[in-house]
């Protein structure tokens, strides 16, 4: 069985400043782990994945991710917000070789002028 | 290229009814997936499409929910006699064929909204 859990169902930041949305993971096997964004009225998009390789994994717009075992972690990071990350993030997981993808609750992601 | 299409985007119909929703994925894409989202939650897994056949359908609520995919493309979704706790947004995403090693990254179509009075 697998699962994620998102800490923060809401997060807002300024622009220019740090983005930090936190995720925790549960799995019997070795997982697969991804970033999701949803903008509004758009279909999901993959930010970025992990699947064993390096554990700092870099994504599109900036965003990156680190995999920590030993705190069953992925969290997601950007150094500079901007007025167009603001949308709703999920954290996915699946373990290798299985297709099924198990979602977050989801962050959403509020950016202030 | 285009992209997972799904038709319609809205379907409002009254409880008891009978509903379709329809699912394009990008061509040459053999692996089709539905999700569902329910308001202020994550998708989650309802059936998986290796070409034709379903190769896991445990995300499935219950029988009223049934889906096809007879040639290996299109997609149908099917819910029988519907309930006001169906509504959601139902979701499609494809994908290149899996791999055991490795992941091929399923795209998602925009879902279809589905409101049961």
């Known amino acids: 069985a697998q699962s994620v859990t998102q800490l923060d169902s809401h997060v807002s930041v300024s622009e220019g400043t740090p983005v930090l949305l936190r995720c925790n993971y549960s799995?019997?096997?070795?997982?697969?782990l991804f970033w999701y964004v949803q903008h509004p009225n758009k279909g999901l998009q993959l930010l970025l994945k992990?699947?064993?390789?390096?554990?700092l994994v870099k994504g599109i717009n900036g965003f990156e991710a680190e995999f920590k075992k030993s705190e069953t972690s992925f969290h997601l990071t950007k150094p500079s917000a901007h007025m167009s990350d603001a949308a709703e993030y999920f954290c996915?997981?699946?373990?290798?070789?299985?297709?099924?993808?198990?979602f977050g609750t989801g962050t959403r992601l509020t950016i202030i002028p | 290229g285009a992209g997972v299409s799904q038709t319609p985007s809205n379907k409002v119909t009254e409880k008891g009814k009978y509903v379709e929703l329809r699912c394009d994925p990008i061509?040459?894409?053999?692996?089709l997936y539905w999700y569902r989202q329910s308001l202020g939650q994550g998708p989650e897994f309802l059936i998986y499409?290796?070409?034709?056949?379903?190769?896991?359908d445990s995300g499935l609520p219950n029988d009223r929910f049934f889906a096809v995919r007879p040639e290996g493309s299109v997609s149908t979704l099917k819910i029988q006699r519907t309930e006001r706790g169906d509504s959601a947004v139902y979701l499609c995403?494809?994908?290149?064929?899996?791999?055991?090693?490795?992941?091929?990254?399923?795209?998602f179509g925009p879902g279809t909204r589905l409101t049961v009075l």
């Open positions: 499409f290796q070409g034709t056949g379903a190769a896991d």
């Open positions: 799995s019997s096997y070795s997982p697969s």
């Open positions: 061509s040459g894409h053999t692996a």
């Open positions: 995403a494809s994908s290149l064929s899996p791999r055991d090693d490795s992941y091929n990254e399923q795209f």
């Open positions: 992990y699947t064993s390789a390096a554990t």
């Open positions: 996915v997981v699946s373990a290798i070789g299985n297709e099924k993808l198990t």
